[in-house]
């Protein structure tokens, strides 16, 4: 999709990261930038695959309990999500 953008004269700008700024083609940093992000996603798709079994062996397992289901620590968050957070 990038070469298609570069090819058509069009700029892309990349707000965070290490290749903010603007890009009219290809560099090194963008391809860096771009591989790391695959190699997140990646990492990121397959902890989620594997998350009941990881979750199962976790040392930190949280339990949840009746009463911090139905406390919530601050405005918009649940219970939950405020004990691992």
Partial sequence: MLNDLFQQGVAVKILHGIAAGEHTEHSLILDLALALAEDRHRDVARKTRNRP???EHHPLRVQMTP???TRCAA????????MLH
């Avoid at 405005?75 to 405020?82: E, Y």
């Fill in 67 to 69: 009463s911090a289901s």
């Fill in 75 to 82: 405005p918009g968050r649940s219970a939950l999500s405020m």
């Fill in 53 to 55: 079994e990881s979750i």
